[in-house]
């Protein structure tokens, strides 16, 4: 039967008690209160002292071995020096840090797994993948990353600073940039001189969520190889102006045509086919306004549109566009209005400007509805000119308000056809002309595009238009 700590405890104490009166009777002592306190204080003091050594060193024992297990060293148990409750304590923490080395086996080997599952995919994948610390260096870099940085494939880079790897040059610069950024996300194209050959890559970047809330645990760099993807839309757009050009010219004599028979110039005809040859008049207006814009896009975007500035009356343009284009309107009874300054004049090029009011009078037209209004209107503000375009359609959703003005943008569940590039070539026209066109809009309540310049534009010597009025 084990003696437990309290049992020790009452035995020493009556130890202490019955000791001295034992050697009072045997006379081994001389009784009177001085020697027998002394005798008292001394037994007190000796059973005290091995009473609480005995307690201090399991107690040391366990500390020690605590300490072990809390940095990870589960090798060392708490040695037990007695056989009571401190010892159940000693053998139930060596069961406890016996568990505890069993879980962090496993959780080491399941990272492991995991970690070379990882590298497996990495390395499998098409794209450059790096792997970075919430401080920049690198944890795990596969091949084709290896390769876009300019490292040998067998070179160490686990535990250097990732932008300390490219040499200078476009791809350092972007590595630069996507690690120094806040935002979450980043991306950007830079083209890359491989050993073989001339590559394009997206190099974008992404922050690696923690497991729980908190700050992200590090920055994952993607390079992904964006040369087939330029190659098939420089194909893609090649096709669509060869198309466009050898549509252009039949339809343009087509038209020529029925502009002709109009006019009964080739004989007369009757009131119906007059009416049908309108019809088709107006068709193939529309066809040849989507072949121009698809061919003057592609120029605007290669930056191949010459700028020709002379003296131009805006609220002349818009009138003699709208009069164009009336035709368009009638079968839907639009009316058509012009507001604002009678007369402004500015230095432009007269083709443009006419092309971005024709592309923007032709869009409220297919948005709005029977007997609806649109309205264009012109105005001066601080040496700019400001005109808009208004209609009463059904608006436009905001979170579309900037997406309308990309290549192809067209607001969800429109449907009114066209090849969605005409607020596309307005804004490079309006760009041109060193200003910006916006989108205003409440749902239900039509729409309202506005665009604004410089009124003295001019160019300089190296033939790049410049506001004069800013100088």
């Given at each position: 039967m084990k003696i437990k700590i309290f049992h020790k405890f009452v035995a020493v104490t009556a130890l202490v008690f019955v000791l001295p009166v034992a050697l009072l009777q045997l006379r081994v002592i001389s009784p009177g209160p001085l020697g027998t306190f002394l005798m008292f204080l001394a037994l007190l003091l000796v059973s005290a002292w091995i009473f609480s050594r005995s307690l201090l060193k399991t107690i040391n024992g366990l500390i020690r071995a605590a300490g072990c297990v809390s940095a990870g060293d589960f090798s060392r148990g708490a040695e037990a020096a007695s056989s009571d409750e401190l010892g159940d304590l000693c053998g139930a923490f060596n069961r406890m840090a016996g568990q505890l080395k069993k879980y962090s086996d496993m959780q080491l080997e399941t990272l492991r797994q995991e970690q070379k599952t990882t590298e497996a995919v990495l390395l499998a994948a098409e794209d450059g993948m790096v792997i970075t610390d919430t401080e920049g260096r690198v944890r795990l870099a596969n091949r084709k990353a290896r390769s876009v940085l300019?490292?040998?494939a067998e070179a160490p880079v686990e535990g250097?600073?990732?932008s300390e790897l490219p040499p200078a040059g476009p791809v350092r610069e972007a590595v630069l940039e996507a690690l120094g950024g806040r935002r979450e996300k980043r991306s950007r194209e830079i083209e890359v001189e491989l050993e073989h050959s001339r590559r394009f890559?997206?190099?974008?970047?992404?922050?690696?969520?923690?497991?729980?809330?908190?700050?992200p645990s590090g920055r994952l760099v993607v390079f992904h190889d964006a040369t087939l993807d330029r190659e098939l839309a420089r194909i893609k757009d090649e096709f669509r102006q060869s198309i466009t050009h050898d549509l252009r010219n039949p339809v343009g004599a087509i038209k020529g045509f029925v502009e002709f028979m109009i006019k009964e110039i080739p004989g007369?005809?009757?009131?119906?086919q007059k009416n049908m040859l309108a019809s088709i008049d107006r068709a193939l207006f529309r066809l040849i306004g989507m072949i121009n814009n698809i061919l003057d896009e592609a120029k605007m975007a290669a930056g191949r549109v010459d700028v020709n500035l002379a003296p131009v009356d805006l609220r002349e343009i818009a009138v003699r566009v709208i009069r164009l284009m009336e035709s368009l309107g009638q079968r839907k009874h639009i009316k058509f209005e012009v507001e604002g300054a009678e007369r402004l004049i500015v230095n432009a090029d007269s083709g443009l400007v006419e092309r971005i009011f024709t592309n923007l009078i032709g869009n409220a037209i297919k948005f709005t509805p029977d007997s609806g209004v649109i309205t264009a209107g012109i105005s001066?503000?601080?040496g700019k000119a400001l005109v808009w375009v208004r209609d009463t359609g059904d608006g436009i959703p905001s979170e579309y308000l900037e997406k309308i003005f990309e290549k192809f943008?067209?607001?969800s569940g429109q449907k009114a056809g066209g090849t969605g590039l005409g607020l596309?070539?307005?804004?490079?026209?309006?760009?041109a002309h060193l200003g910006k066109i916006w989108a205003e809009s409440e749902p239900g309540k039509g729409a309202k595009f506005i665009?604004?310049?410089p009124k003295d534009l001019a160019k300089d010597e190296a033939g790049r238009i410049v506001d004069k009025g800013a100088a």
């Open positions: 300019g490292l040998a250097r600073m990732l890559f997206t190099c974008s970047t992404s922050q690696i969520p923690a497991p729980g809330p908190g700050v007369p005809v009757n009131e119906s001066e503000d601080n943008g067209q607001a596309t070539i307005c804004r490079y026209a309006v760009a665009f604004s310049f």
